[in-house]
C-alpha cells in the first residue's frame, strides 16, 4: 500500500466521520497470517461492528483482553498508528475499534 501524505490527507475525511461513533459487536475473526506490513501485530482480532446509526465499519479491536471478546460487546472508535512509518517517515492512522 502506498502511505502517500495525499492519499492519507485524502482519506482523513472518512476517519474523521468514524471517529468516536459507538457501536457493538455484530462478530469478529483473529488474523494469525496478516498482510504484508503487518506481520508483527499478529495474531490480531477484526471485528465487524454495528455502529449506533445503522451503519457497519470493520476494524482491529484493541485494548481488549483476548478471553473477553464477545459478540454485542460496546465499542468506540479511536485513532490510531495502522502501521509502521514508511521510507518517506509517514505515519498512516485510521480508525480502531476500543472495548466500552
Do not use: C
Not at 479491536?61 to 502501521?83: A, F, M, N, T
Amino acid at each position: 500500500m502506498n502511505n502517500s501524505p495525499v492519499k492519507l490527507w485524502r482519506n482523513q475525511k472518512h476517519v474523521r466521520a468514524l471517529l468516536g461513533k459507538r457501536g457493538t459487536i455484530m462478530t469478529y475473526t483473529v488474523i494469525r497470517v496478516p498482510p504484508a506490513g503487518y506481520e508483527g501485530q499478529a495474531p490480531y482480532p477484526v471485528v465487524l461492528v454495528q455502529l449506533e446509526n445503522r451503519g457497519h465499519a470493520v476494524g482491529q479491536l484493541v485494548d481488549y483482553e483476548h478471553k473477553h471478546i464477545k459478540i454485542g460487546q460496546s465499542v468506540i472508535s479511536v485513532l490510531r498508528r495502522v502501521k509502521s512509518p514508511d521510507n518517506e517517515g509517514v505515519i498512516p492512522y485510521g480508525i480502531k475499534f476500543k472495548p466500552i
